[in-house]
């Protein structure tokens, strides 16, 4: 009896000692950010902890944990509405890994990142005043993320058009065309069952725009 304890003694300790500790802290704060996330629980102070320990990982010699670091910083970034930070990210762990998650990762940023290039040839042709263009090809490249049933990007994409088209237009001007973008928003949220943010959402939808399907998407929230 002795000797087989012994023996699960001696092979535990063999596999515990072949991960160091940045992976063990590596694996901590994935589970960590995970189980935030989907339970909707990060705030700034929890994302800007979860950031710290990522970046400190990134800087590891060891290829496996420094390109995981960098892809979920990149998600993080995401979840700010960091676009731009979220590329810089990603793109440094695809310099070094080409895997499919990495490249696809890398794409479905470019993506987000394709709204504000579209924002900038509409200024530099003039088309201030166009912003229902830039509105139409915003909501689309959003359906698109919601039929990939990619939520958080999707509501990631929808705050950036808020402030896009509120730059292009004056709130007082555009009030149906964000009480849309309000609404589905709720939407999303509703859909990652965080239903605080789908109340508070679907709320402001309404204040701005209270037509009946606005007031029974409300209705339909408020019930869960």
Same mark, same amino acid.
């Given at each position: 009896?002795?000797k087989q304890s012994k023996l699960i003694f001696l092979s535990l300790?063999?596999? #515990?000692?072949?991960?160091?500790?940045?992976?063990?802290?590596?694996?901590?704060?994935?589970?960590?950010?995970?189980?935030?996330?989907?339970?909707?629980?990060?705030?700034?102070?929890?994302?800007?902890?979860? %950031?710290?320990?990522?970046?400190?990982?990134?800087?590891?010699? /060891?290829? #496996?944990?420094?390109?995981?670091?960098?892809?979920?910083?990149?998600?993080?970034s995401i979840i700010e509405n960091k676009f731009e930070e979220a590329?810089? #990210?990603?793109?440094?762990?695809?310099?070094?890994?080409?895997?499919?998650?990495?490249?696809?990762?890398?794409? /479905?940023?470019?993506?987000?990142?394709?709204?504000?290039?579209? *924002?900038?040839?509409?200024?530099?042709?003039?088309?201030?005043?166009?912003?229902?263009? *830039?509105?139409?090809?915003?909501?689309?490249?959003?359906?698109?993320?919601?039929?990939?049933?990619?939520?958080?990007?999707?509501?990631?994409?929808?705050?950036?058009?808020?402030?896009?088209?509120?730059?292009?237009?004056?709130?007082?001007?555009?009030?149906?065309?964000?009480?849309?973008?309000?609404?589905?928003?709720?939407?999303?949220?509703?859909?990652?069952?965080?239903?605080? %943010?789908? /109340?508070e959402s679907i709320k402001t939808a309404v204040s701005l725009n209270?037509?009946?399907?606005?007031?029974?998407?409300? %209705?339909?929230?408020?019930?869960?």
């Open positions: 009896m002795k300790l063999i596999l #515990f000692s072949c991960k160091d500790s940045d992976q063990i802290s590596l694996e901590s704060t994935i589970d960590e950010f995970q189980y935030l996330n989907s339970n909707n629980l990060l705030n700034q102070e929890k994302i800007n902890e979860l %950031k710290s320990n990522f970046e400190n990982l990134s800087f590891n010699n /060891k290829h #496996f944990i420094n390109v995981t670091s960098l892809y979920y910083l990149s998600e993080i590329y810089e #990210f990603i793109n440094k762990a695809y310099l070094v890994n080409h895997s499919d998650s990495i490249y696809q990762q890398l794409q /479905k940023i470019n993506s987000l990142l394709s709204l504000k290039d579209t *924002v900038e040839i509409a200024f530099e042709n003039d088309m201030q005043d166009d912003f229902l263009k *830039v509105f139409e090809i915003g909501r689309k490249k959003i359906k698109d993320l919601y039929e990939q049933k990619d939520y958080q990007s999707a509501i990631s994409q929808t705050h950036l058009l808020i402030e896009v088209i509120k730059n292009l237009k004056e709130e007082e001007f555009i009030k149906a065309e964000l009480s849309q973008l309000f609404q589905d928003l709720a939407i999303f949220y509703s859909q990652k069952n965080n239903i605080e %943010k789908a /109340k209270p037509n009946a399907e606005n007031i029974e998407i409300q %209705k339909l929230i408020n019930t869960k």
